[in-house]
């Protein structure tokens, strides 16, 4: 019996002049390896608004809320609830830019008030200048453009979304009048697009 409690004691004095073996935590933060996944965030400079990351979430923790403001324009937010994250890593391995969201290395993640566990990022829409219907955000668009290069001024909706954000057009206004060929040189939805190209080619379609 006496054993035993000779090695207690030199392990506790041991301890004692060594210091604990656990990190004092949260004294100071835990020293992390380089692998550690934590809170998601975004960048919004990298970020285009294409909603791909809520796509891809395995738990739904990112909610994509489109919004009309009171000017009139149409605003996205990707709200992303790290509450309910479970870290997987699928919004960044599947993010269109590839730098629009990325795990950081923030695990202190606790509190009281789970409405405020959010990281969003914002983006403004383009509307469809025929039906109102929203198209996808202006960014996203921008993107798409510089990734086509020249092929892109084969889409109107493209490169007029990119003069509109350059605020080098002004868009004139329809009236009510049917549609005409002057329609094509707008920004458009697919479907008005559609139904634009179709009464080019045969005849009033809507
Ligand atoms: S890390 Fe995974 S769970 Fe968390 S937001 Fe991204 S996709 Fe969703
Ligand atoms: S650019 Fe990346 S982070 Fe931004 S909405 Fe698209 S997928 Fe999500």
Redesign the pocket.
């Known amino acids: 019996m006496k054993r035993p409690k000779l090695r207690e004691l030199k392990e506790a004095v041991t301890s004692l002049l060594k210091g604990p073996y656990t990190h004092p935590f949260p004294a100071q933060p835990t020293p992390l390896p380089a692998w550690i996944r934590g809170r998601p965030t975004?960048d919004p400079e990298?970020?285009?608004?294409?909603?791909?990351?809520?796509e891809v979430c395995p738990v739904r923790a990112i909610e994509v809320r489109d919004e009309a403001r009171d000017d009139g324009t149409w605003w996205r937010t990707?709200v992303l609830h790290f509450d309910n994250c479970v870290f997987c890593g699928e919004?960044m391995r599947?993010?269109?830019?590839q730098q629009?969201?990325a795990l950081s290395q923030d695990y202190e993640l606790s509190g009281f008030d789970r409405s405020t566990m959010v990281e969003t990022?914002e983006k403004q829409l383009v509307v469809c200048e025929l039906c109102g219907g929203r198209i996808t955000a202006r960014d996203h668009l921008a993107w798409i453009h510089r990734r086509l290069g020249p092929v892109a001024a084969a889409n109107p909706t493209l490169y007029l979304a990119t003069h509109d954000a350059l605020g080098l057009r002004e868009s004139a206004p329809r009236d009510g009048r049917p549609l005409d060929r002057s329609d094509i040189q707008r920004v458009l939805c697919p479907a008005c697009r559609r139904s634009v190209t179709l009464m080019d080619e045969w005849g009033p379609v809507l």
């Open positions: 975004y990298g970020c285009i608004g294409c909603g791909a990351c809520a990707l919004c599947a993010c269109t830019t629009g969201v990022v």
